[in-house]
């Protein structure tokens, strides 16, 4: 196992940031490697590798550092383009140099930003291939529209509108009100969903479909049939 440790002593604060890579036991998919493809259309190559990286597991201590400095660290650390949203977080009253006091390991990259993020309404998103640091209003106001591909999900109408119901069911929506951003279609003759929401919202879905995926798989019978001995 590699280990890569960075700490800078400033006064009293105190930046620390250590990503575990590689053949331990909390290593994940390399940064080099796309993520797999559940929607159209697929992220570009810049925008899978933050997607990636958002999965890798991370150590962060911070210490009364402010906001700003903490992501300048962690984009120069992780090496991903990390933008702060500072039109929105000046609308919404939120100072760029509030102080950020946090101490976790093991998590992911993902993890560690919404914990460090969502005491103060604020929330990422990947947005014109970089990470954007935003706040929660202003992320539920940028309406995406994706393709999610479920053949292997779904065979028949039936299947589709099941899986339109779990979607509805697992996730914050709102869904098809009027004045509101959620829409979602079904697309029986390409097996396929059409959801226009946040990025949030589609973020769920991931997660949705990638579990009902391997709920599939331990569903599966593996073992072999044994053929009849003629």
């Known amino acids: 196992m590699s280990r890569i440790g960075w700490s800078v002593l400033c006064g009293l604060v105190l930046l620390c940031v250590t990503t575990i890579h590689?053949?331990?036991?909390?290593?994940?998919?390399?940064?080099?490697?796309?993520?797999?493809?559940?929607?159209?259309?697929?992220?570009?190559?810049?925008?899978?590798?933050?997607?990636?990286?958002?999965?890798?597991?991370?150590?962060?201590?911070?210490?009364?550092?402010?906001?700003?400095?903490?992501?300048d660290f962690l984009r120069d650390f992780h090496q991903i383009n990390i933008l702060l949203d500072q039109t929105a977080l000046q609308d919404e009253g939120i100072d760029p140099g509030t102080l950020i006091s946090l101490q976790v390991s093991g998590v992911t990259l993902r993890s560690a930003l919404k914990l460090m993020l969502e005491p103060y309404a604020l929330a990422v998103m990947v947005d014109s291939e970089v990470l954007k640091v935003t706040t929660r209003t202003r992320a539920r106001e940028k309406v995406i529209t994706r393709i999610y591909p479920v053949s292997d999900l779904a065979d028949q109408s039936d299947d589709l509108e099941a899986l339109q119901d779990a979607i509805r069911a697992a996730t914050d929506g709102p869904w098809n009100e009027k004045g509101q951003p959620g829409a979602m279609s079904l697309v029986p003759r390409s097996k396929s969903i059409v959801v226009r929401h946040n990025a949030a919202v589609h973020d769920d879905i991931v997660e949705l479909l990638s579990n009902l995926r391997a709920a599939q798989a331990l569903a599966e019978p593996s073992a072999t049939p044994v053929r009849p001995t003629p």
């Open 22 to 71: 590689a053949d331990g036991p909390l290593s994940t998919a390399s940064a080099s490697e796309k993520p797999r493809l559940f929607y159209l259309p697929a992220p570009n190559d810049v925008e899978a590798r933050i997607v990636t990286v958002l999965s890798e597991r991370t150590e962060v201590s911070f210490s009364e550092t402010p906001l700003s400095d903490a992501l």
